[in-house]
């Protein structure tokens, strides 16, 4: 079974920066998009980033030129560099996969982690 891990939230004053790494575990051979999404309660669940397989990343405005999303593509690892942040940033963040090879399917079910909160408060 898939499962991917979240760390690195935590209390940050406004202006602080954070790292959120995401780990996946069980039988992965490769995958096509990792991400971040961030949720607040009562709200849709939106987008941060997403990193392709080959690198090519994208961000929500609301966090271009303060966030940067990277990978580590032999470890099935992506990351979440956040700078400046801001009061509005605080939900809860989620890793995403979007396809993946475990070596014998190609699977196209989004997985989901359970969450890390952050919280920019001063």
């Known amino acids: 079974q898939v499962q991917l891990v979240e760390s690195g939230g935590g209390l940050v004053q406004p202006g602080g920066s954070l790292q959120l790494s995401c780990a996946t575990s069980g039988r992965i051979f490769s995958i096509e998009t990792m991400g971040w999404y961030r949720q607040t309660p009562g709200k849709e669940r939106e987008l941060v980033a997403t990193i392709t397989y080959d690198g090519a990343a994208n961000y929500a405005d609301s966090v271009k030129g303060r966030f940067t999303i990277s990978r580590d593509t032999p470890q099935n690892t992506v990351y979440l560099r956040m700078n400046n942040l801001k009061p509005e940033d605080t939900p809860v963040y989620y890793c995403?996969?979007?396809?993946?090879?475990?070596?014998?399917?190609?699977?196209?079910?989004?997985?989901w982690g359970h969450g890390t909160q952050v919280t920019v408060s001063s």
């Open positions: 995403n996969v979007e396809k993946f090879y475990d070596g014998t399917y190609f699977h196209t079910d989004a997985l």
